[in-house]
């Protein structure tokens, strides 16, 4: 059996349809849905069981035996949190029980890092290193904090016999309907010129950067799962690494492929950058994917206009946006 948790997220759910494709349906799902239409996520995917994540461990007291890997996505992921320690007990604390249950088991340990954790990026995105990384927000350190701790248990053996962790870029893509501010400025995007037909935009507040001009790695969550699954299916090098594409876009790019997909001219308004994101704002960032393809990893990642077409036009334009 497969745990996976966040599983009625965006990208536990999708990863689950990816396994789904794949003909595994041994799955036990594992969240608590913050919002009032989450469980939509769930109605596509074939799934043995659903838990609340408090009830997580009990289960694995007396079931453990039968998990073959956990695959841990579940986490605060909103990037305003303040509460230290609820971000401490829901991205730290719980991501270290349930490694310990990993190592003590025998089973895989797959887990969600962020490149929030590389802050501005003034020491680069590169997976090689994390030493003197300095995330700009609490929910970036906390992610941190579990990497350094991962990284220390392996050091001195007390590991997973297989376990990675991943630091996703800008992920987008279907079932982060229930995000909100969080969701991907893509699903912004095209909310924004649906209801209103213009797309509004940060300006930029540094002289060296044009409006629209702020720069991402934006990775398609189909793409995300997929590596998810990859490493899933055989024995790969344990390690951190990046998810992304390895190619930094524009905002302007990303806003005006929305605009395409849904067959209108793109139009832009531009708006004030937010005084709680000033300071704390990435203005660029490109996952160094080169441990990722040297682990063996081949296969091509969607590019933003095929992503965005993809979402826009099978998922969002659709009565049943959820995949």
């Given at each position: 059996m497969i745990v996976i948790t966040g599983g009625a997220g965006m990208i536990g759910s999708i990863v689950a349809w990816q396994l789904n494709r794949q003909g595994r349906d041994d799955l036990l799902l594992v969240d608590r849905p913050?919002?009032?239409?989450?469980?939509?996520?769930?109605?596509?995917?074939?799934y043995a069981d659903y838990l609340d994540k408090d009830e997580l461990f009990p289960w694995l007291e007396r079931h453990g035996a039968q998990v073959e890997a956990v695959i841990h996505m579940g986490a605060i992921s909103d990037?305003?949190?303040?509460?230290?320690?609820?971000?401490?007990?829901?991205?730290?604390r719980y991501s270290q029980r349930l490694w310990q249950f990993c190592?003590?088991?025998?089973?895989?340990?797959?887990?969600?890092?962020?490149?929030?954790?590389?802050?501005?990026?003034?020491?680069?995105?590169?997976?090689?290193?994390?030493?003197?990384?300095?995330?700009?927000?609490?929910?970036?350190?906390?992610?941190?904090?579990?990497?350094?701790?991962?990284?220390?248990?392996?050091?001195?053996?007390?590991?997973?016999?297989?376990?990675?962790?991943?630091?996703?870029?800008n992920v987008y893509g279907p079932n982060e309907y229930h995000k909100g501010r969080?969701?991907?400025?893509?699903?912004?995007?095209?909310?924004?010129?649906?209801?209103g037909g213009t797309v509004r935009l940060f300006k930029s507040d540094r002289p060296d950067v044009a409006d629209g001009m702020q720069l991402r790695d934006f990775v398609y969550v189909k793409d995300?799962?997929?590596?998810?699954?990859?490493?899933?299916?055989?024995?790969?090098?344990?390690?951190?690494?990046?998810?992304?594409?390895?190619?930094?876009?524009?905002?302007?790019?990303l806003a005006t492929a929305v605009m395409e997909s849904c067959g209108a001219?793109?139009?832009?308004?531009?708006?004030?950058?937010?005084d709680d994101l000033k300071g704390?704002?990435?203005?660029?960032?490109?996952?160094?994917?080169?441990?990722?393809?040297a682990a063996g990893y081949d296969q091509p990642f969607h590019t933003l206009e095929e992503g965005i077409r993809d979402y826009v036009q099978n998922y969002l334009l659709q009565p049943d946006p959820y995949c």
């Open positions: 913050t919002h009032p239409e989450q469980w939509q996520n769930l109605c596509h995917r074939t990037t305003t949190e303040r509460d230290w320690n609820r971000l401490l007990e829901a991205n730290l190592t003590q088991q025998g089973a895989t340990f797959l887990y969600a890092s962020s490149a929030a954790t590389y802050g501005n990026g003034e020491r680069g995105y590169s997976d090689a290193s994390i030493d003197g990384l300095r995330p700009l927000n609490a929910y970036g350190y906390s992610k941190h904090l579990f990497d350094q701790w991962a990284l220390r248990q392996a050091a001195a053996g007390h590991a997973p016999p297989r376990w990675a962790g991943f630091k996703f870029f969080m969701a991907s400025v893509a699903y912004h995007a095209f909310t924004q010129f649906r209801t995300v799962a997929a590596v998810v699954a990859w490493f899933l299916a055989a024995p790969r090098p344990s390690a951190l690494y990046n998810v992304g594409t390895g190619q930094a876009r524009a905002f302007l790019d001219r793109p139009h832009i308004t531009w708006i004030d950058m937010p704390k704002y990435q203005y660029y960032t490109q996952a160094d994917i080169g441990k990722l393809r």
